[in-house]
T-cell receptor, first 110, second 115 residues
Framework: RKEVEQDPGPFNVPEGATVAFNCTYSNSASQSFFWYRQDCRKEPKLLMSVYSSGNEDGRFTAQLNRASQYISLLIRDSKLSDSATYLCVVNEANTGKLIFGQGTTLQVKP | NAGVMQNPRHLVRRRGQEARLRCSPMKGHSHVYWYRQLPEEGLKFMVYLQKENIIDESGMPKERFSAEFPKEGPSILRIQQVVRGDSAAYFC?????????????FGAGTRLSVL
């Protein structure tokens, strides 16, 4: 079983749509959680941290369920510029090691 | 304030040659991380370094790969006797430390092609 699993997609949605990505992780000792974004094999960039209480940043909402070891990202009112690969990332026990999922590809069409 | 700088951006080597990848962290960052992204795969952790110390090398292949972060100068990822399977994008990241390990800033990567 992979340490961090994501549906690779691709998700093809029209502009303005709401889209949700899911991710599961295998290590219950994992301590911090993130969504990163990667464009066309460029460098990953932090999108947002994920907290158990849920957190929102503009059109983006992230949620963590520790009991189910499940992380989600919701994007509302999709823009063309949201087209990218979204990486679910887990940090175990506050080490320097980030564990990346394979990524979910989003394509927003006009 | 320059971000994480990696060079070269592209590197071509023949089988058996050595590859040296360099990474200068963001100003004020003392923690450096190296990741590898094979074609069509996710990023995989390789090594975590602080100045003059290797903190975690659990993701480094046992042979041919080494990394350093000297007191002065950039961090270096060195691959000896490269093979075709080493062809990948190698990303370096840095962080200021202080417990915020998950928030890492990535360089643009070095794309290594082994002929």
């Amino acid at each position: 079983r992979k340490e961090v699993e994501q549906d690779p997609g691709p998700f093809n949605v029209p502009e303005g749509a709401t889209v949700a990505f899911n991710c599961t992780y295998s290590n219950s000792a994992s301590q911090s959680f993130f969504w990163y974004r990667q464009d066309c094999r460029k460098e990953p960039k932090l999108l947002m941290s994920v907290y158990s209480s849920g957190n929102e940043d503009g059109r983006f909402t992230a949620q963590l369920n520790r009991a189910s070891q499940y992380i989600s990202l919701l994007i509302r009112d999709s823009k063309l510029s949201d087209s990218a690969t979204y990486l679910c990332v887990v940090n175990e026990a506050n080490t320097g090691k980030l564990i990346f999922g394979q990524g979910t590809t989003l394509q927003v069409k006009p | 304030n320059a971000g994480v700088m990696q060079n070269p951006r592209h590197l071509v080597r023949r089988r058996g040659q050595e590859a040296r990848l360099r990474c200068s962290p963001m100003k004020g960052h003392s923690h450096v991380y190296w990741y590898r992204q094979l074609p069509e795969e996710g990023l995989k952790f390789m090594v975590y370094l602080q100045k003059e110390n290797i903190i975690d090398e659990s993701g480094m292949p046992k042979e041919r790969f080494s990394a350093e972060f000297p007191k002065e100068g950039p961090s270096i990822l060195r691959i000896q006797q490269v093979v075709r399977g080493d062809s990948a994008a190698y990303f370096c990241a840095s962080s200021p430390g202080g417990g915020q390990f998950g928030i890492q800033y990535f360089g643009a990567g070095t794309r290594l092609s082994v002929l």
